[in-house]
């Protein structure tokens, strides 16, 4: 550790700044879900689906999908009585990353082929029954990785952050044969028994509310979730963004099962089990995604508890930050006895209009032993030892353009020299341009320091600089941030900033 008198870092940490910043940092494992491929990956259909569809997807107009349906009460007769041929057995074993402590846990949950992986809320620790929302991430991987706590991008936020974001529990199920589960990738049929399992599993939590347990997914999630609310009234509510009608014209690049069985068509395509919907389920798209899907399924069935909504000027993607934030508003308020969600147009369009908003990331807790210190920083941020040996650098994994991504924090430790060590340093910085002010950190002395620096280049990165010393410990936090990002920044450095515990020294 450093003895020092004058901090010089400060305003020569710019060079290290663009180097990180440049640098790959990796980009998301594959084992989750998430979709990052247009409408028509996702689940979308073409054009040339399109002109060869005809009628078939309306219940009625194709004899034999009628005749079979018609074979059985409900689908989850059907569902339970059929047994699907895989052409293909596939699964993956990707590493499933610890969650934030005491905000998820990441837990086991019984199905029908053994357990199964999920992240689930933390008991809030009240003593209360609380609402949970189960949401299915789009994709066609049958896994969870860190994909909750990733930058919630305003115009693709697959996420589900809003929900647990807003207070509400929130859980997220992987399925048989992802993330080294037992069984194999189903497409949409043995994936709709494990939700049912996961809901099974929620009800059995000390602090959720059995009563209040509402299901949601986008794109093939949207799909599943469509099925799961067809299988079953155990959700309070189900809400399906840019599900699909029929499966046979979507992507069948990623089907396990026999395609030479027109059956397995049929028992994994939504518009034919419409009228076994019991829980009131919502169906969301943009009209420039799947909404021909949407409006399909409406046309095909008279169910009124199936609300459909087609969101103009928005695709596939450009939905859910805007319209998960209402949702998730709705099921904070339906306490009731009996479920009382209700969505209209005006509301979906007025929440398409809302300002875009960055929440705060998902925080946890580091702890660097030698120094004493402990703080709080985004959970997609690693600590990275640098060439000074007195230093850290702390940043994301990825490298995406938005503020938690392009933030970087430098710790550096040092022994203080002298009791007026704050206060020489506070005139240093000021010498240097930095608008200084004396504060406390947890009841120790600090300096906050700011300044705007601009790179060889022309740009400019906004440095936010605390200065704290306890005894013979001192530590630096000098956190910047290019200044697209500075109000987003302020709030994510505060947060650290509220967090930091440091010891004595020895």
Known sequence: MKTMKHLKTPVTLLALLIALSTA??????????????SPEGASGE???????????????????????????????????AFTTTLAREENDDYTIPEPPEGLFDLVSYPSKVGDLAAYVSSDPGDGQKHPMIIWVVGGWGNGIDDFPWVYPEWDNDQTGSAFWQAGLLTMYPSFRGGSG????????????DDIVSACEYAASLPYVDPERIYLGGHSTGGTRALLASEYTDKFRAVFCFGAVDEIKYHNNSQFTFDTSIEE?????SPIYWLDNVKSPTFLIEGRDG??????????????DRIQGYVIEGADHFSTLAPATRLVAQKILADTGAEPNITLTQEELDACMAQTPSAPLPAMTSRTIENLGLTFSCPYLWEITPTEDSSRLAVYSRYEDDNPW???????????????G?????AEYLTQNSFSTEEITV???PAIDATAMVQSDEGENFFQHYVALVNGSNGVDFTYVIHEDFQEEGDAIFQAIVDSIVLGEGQ
Do not use: W
């Open 24 to 37: 790959s940092c990796g980009t998301p494992q594959t084992g989750g879900n998430a979709d990052s491929t």
């Open 442 to 444: 947890n009841g120790l």
């Open 181 to 192: 589960n037992p069984g194999h990738y189903e497409a949409l049929f043995g994936e709709v």
């Open 405 to 419: 991504d392009m933030s970087v924090l430098y710790l550096t430790a040092y022994t203080p020299e002298g009791d």
């Open 421 to 425: 060590y704050l206060q020489e340093l």
């Open 290 to 303: 799947n909404s021909e899907n949407l409006e399909r399924m409406l046309e095909a069935s008279q169910n």
């Open 264 to 268: 397995e068509y049929i028992m994994r």
């Open 46 to 80: 073409s054009e040339s689906a399109q002109s060869g569809r005809g009628q078939s997807g309306l219940l009625g107009k194709d004899d034999s999908a009628s005749e079979f349906v018609q074979k059985y009460d409900s689908f989850a007769q059907a569902h339970d």
